[in-house]
């Protein structure tokens, strides 16, 4: 049995004794430096390595021959299960590779030289100036360890952000296909990275931020619209969303109207409308006669509530009731007021009028 | 009672609902209007209790009128010539099944028709004599053709003059 830690790869030799080989005398220079074999015909599958003698720990001899004694090193072998083979593999190369015992190092050495007693360092203030120094030294540290992540990280991410980029323009000018509806589900789901800011843009904030919103805005209404609901969504809404897809530096509400306005202007991929009192943008695809017909439809065999209605074209209540209430506006749907809230119909007063002959 | 068929849309819910869209509302307080007028000359009942009238709840679809909604649509009633307040408390409506215009009218025409121009008769043969029968305003509110001989009085289409009772009182047509 073996068990790898960061550190250490550690056996239980066959009379349950614990024998270590610590991972920095294992030569790791690059992949090829662990290998992994079978003996003829597949049988055996083995993983090798090799152990710098000179080291002055305890070393496993494996039990093999030691032919390459010549070298400062000696053979290490493992024999492991086939299927498992390629994972030891993997994990024994990521963890050479990842060399975290060289964090002990540099931990240790962050100590401070103990400096002797000074009267400053007495009573309450001393204490405190203590803590404090330990804050500043811990919060240097993070700071340290994210810069070194978040730079690899944005290096990698650039070019995601590139081809997230030319994915949004292509979609901007399209509408239609199955290639644009992955697209679109794939940027919603990645939101924003290094979202615009006054810092970041200066002068050009506002056409910037209109560029950003309206690079959001329109795969997400595109989604709203494939998912055989209505490509509308409420200002209150597209502001709570769209602060989420940044994650950070949110923007206001007053520069989230003032960049719909200008995305709406400048690129012309939605409309902004009013229902009725509330503001909400609208996606290209939204038709209003086709919203009219699907209600018609669903009221025609008996009255529905606006939760229904809502429910059934994807939106919330606030909109759907102003949706309802516009299509009433048109004379095509009539309201009934009983015990159990209010339903809408087809209006059927017009026939009534004409069959009952009535003179005006 | 008379067997008195209710119309389709009597059983429709929203027309219990007074609407707010003012199209669809001209419509539906013009088809209250008709069935109250289309009840009430069925049963020859001349008279609309406003608090006691078995029209504003339908049993059947569990819909009824409210209060303010059953005012509402009196004072159209009222208002668009189909009846007359008996009382100023307002509780009670006079149904005129025919406007008081329009019964003048027809009155002329009868009276064309059958001979009767240039000639007296009297208030009782108009409603109920036998040349009236088949005549619209046969058997009519005698209040209802007393107004529309007003009228035709002002026009000065008749003169009436007065009898020994009201039913003898006469009308010639000119």
């Known amino acids: 049995m073996a068990y790898l830690t960061s550190h250490f790869l550690v056996f239980t030799t066959g009379t349950n004794t614990l024998k270590s080989v610590p991972l920095k005398s294992i030569v790791y220079e690059g992949k090829e430096s662990v290998e992994a074999y079978t003996s003829f015909m597949g049988r055996n599958p083995k993983v ?40 030891i593999l993997e994990k024994l190369t990521q963890a050479l590779e990842r060399k975290e015992w060289k964090n002990d190092d540099s931990e240790t050495s962050k100590k401070r ?103 959001w805005l329109i795969p997400t209404l595109h989604n709203k619209s494939k998912t055989s609901s ?50 909400c943008v609208v996606g290209k695809q939204f038709r209003e006669d086709i919203v009219a017909a699907k209600i018609l439809n669903w009221v025609e065999e008996s009255g529905k509530t606006v939760d229904f209605l809502s429910k059934n074209l994807g939106v919330n209540e606030v909109m759907g009731k102003c949706i309802v209430e516009e299509v009433e506006g048109g004379g095509k749907l009539v309201r009934d007021e009983g015990v159990e809230g209010t339903k809408f119909f087809k209006n059927e007063f017009d026939r009534f009028f004409e069959q009952a002959g009535i003179k005006a | 009672m008379s067997d008195f068929e209710f119309p389709e849309y009597y059983s429709f819910p929203p027309f219990f609902t007074i609407q707010p869209v003012s199209a669809t509302r001209q419509k539906q307080l013009a088809l209250w209007r008709d069935l109250i007028l289309k009840y009430h000359t069925a049963n020859k009942e001349k008279t609309l209790v ?67 121009k240039g000639q007296v008769c009297t208030l009782y043969e108009l409603s109920s004599g036998e040349d009236s029968e088949g ?15 007003a009228i035709l009085e002002e026009r000065g289409q008749v003169a009436i003059f007065k009898g020994d009772t009201s039913e003898e009182d006469g009308v010639k047509f000119f």
Request: aromatic share 6%.
């Open chain 1, 48 to 87: 090798k390595f090799h152990v710098r003698k000179s080291d002055p720990v305890a070393i496993v001899k494996s039990g093999q021959h030691t032919s390459t004694s010549f070298l400062d090193v000696i053979d290490g072998v493992i024999v492991v299960k086939s299927d498992l083979q390629k994972t």
């Open chain 1, 230 to 279: 209505t490509p509308i969504i409420n200002v209150t809404d597209v502001y709570v969303m769209y602060n989420r897809a940044r994650g950070v530096d949110f923007i206001s509400p007053k520069d989230l109207i003032m960049g719909l306005e200008h995305a709406e202007k400048m690129f012309k991929g939605f409309k902004r409308k009013d229902f009725m009192g509330v503001k």
């Open chain 1, 113 to 215: 030289p103990d400096e002797g007693f000074k009267a400053s360092g007495a009573g309450i203030g001393g204490i405190i100036r203590r803590k404090k120094e330990k804050q500043s030294v811990a919060s240097k540290q993070i700071d340290e360890a994210f810069d070194g992540d978040l730079e690899s990280l944005m290096r990698n991410a650039k070019n995601v952000i590139t081809l997230a980029t030319k994915c949004k323009a292509k979609l901007s000018r399209e509408d239609g296909g199955g290639e644009v509806d992955e697209l679109s589900k794939m940027l919603e789901g990645m939101g924003i990275v290094g979202g615009v800011t006054k810092d970041s843009a200066g002068d050009n904030y506002t056409s910037q931020l209109a560029r950003e919103i309206n690079d």
């Open chain 2, 135 to 149: 005549a619209s305003f046969e058997g009519a509110d005698e209040e209802l053709i007393r107004r529309a001989l």
């Open chain 2, 50 to 116: 406003v608090h006691d009238c078995t029209l504003w709840k339908n049993e059947g679809i569990q819909r009824e009128l409210n209060r303010d909604n059953v005012r509402l649509i009196c004072e159209d009633f009222v208002n668009n010539g189909n009846g007359e307040w008996e009382d100023e408390a307002k509780t009670r409506i006079r149904i005129m099944w025919k406007k008081p215009e329009e019964l003048a009218g027809d009155l002329l025409a009868w009276a064309d028709r059958s001979g009767f």
